[in-house]
Nanobody, 125 residues
Framework: QVQLVESGGGLVQPGGSLRLECAGSGFRLNYYSIYWVRQAPGKEREGVSC????????DYAESVKGRFTISRDNDKNTVFLQMSSLKPEDTAVYYC??????????????????WGQGTLVTVSS
């Protein structure tokens, strides 16, 4: 069974850091591009970051560039999102997702086929 499971969310103060994990089962994460997408309360889902399978290239939303880093551990079949200098506006449920088709980034997240259950990140003092 193809599955993605996120973990690592929690409550953090502004300026703090968290590392999210996306563990895959039933398929190899390094064969496909993996996306992080977030949904803040009352807002639509927003693409945050992507890591490509082909060359490990990465993409970031402008709002998180320089603060978030996406990476992959092939041995653990896991993708990470290291988040630093967190702001209250980063508060959201964070999902990892993939289309199980492409190894490239740049796809509209609305067309991704496999999603995890999400992990809540709350940035508040």
């Amino acid at each position: 069974q193809v599955q993605l499971v996120e973990s690592g969310g929690g409550l953090v103060q502004p300026g703090g850091s968290l590392r999210l994990e996306c563990a895959g089962s039933g398929f190899r994460l390094n064969y496909y591009s993996i996306y992080w997408v977030r949904q803040a309360p009352g807002k639509e889902r927003e693409g945050v970051s992507c890591i490509a399978s082909s060359d490990g290239g990465t993409d970031y939303a402008e709002s998180v560039k320089g603060r978030f880093t996406i990476s992959r551990d092939n041995d653990k079949n896991t993708v990470f999102l290291q988040m630093s200098s967190l702001k209250p506006e980063d508060t959201a449920v964070y999902y990892c997702a993939t289309d199980l088709i492409s190894g490239l980034c740049g796809k509209d997240h609305r067309y991704l086929a496999v999603w995890g259950q999400g992990t809540l990140v709350t940035v508040s003092s």
